[in-house]
């Protein structure tokens, strides 16, 4: 396990990977990021690192916010949220 939170995202991430050099053919230089996945801490921050960008993104609020998505019909309160009225899907 390695000190997640000392290192740069980027840092953090090339000391964990490991390079694997021609694989899958000669030429092409593979990077296994197992160890970030086995790494707790490490997975935790690339994974923030990776949602940062849409937590600043005022467009992406609304596929935050759960009820801005909820689809409802008013011809049928009593339905469940999104079914259509029951003569059209018999919900």
Known sequence: MTDAAAL???ELVAGLAVDVPDFPEPGVLFRDLTP???DGAAFR???DGLAAPSLSDPR?????NPRASTP???SNPGSPAGCMPPSASGC
């Open 72 to 74: 409802t019909t008013t």
């Open 8 to 10: 740069p995202l980027d």
């Open 60 to 64: 992406a609020a609304a596929s935050r």
């Open 45 to 47: 921050r690339v994974v």
């Open 36 to 38: 970030v996945f086995a």
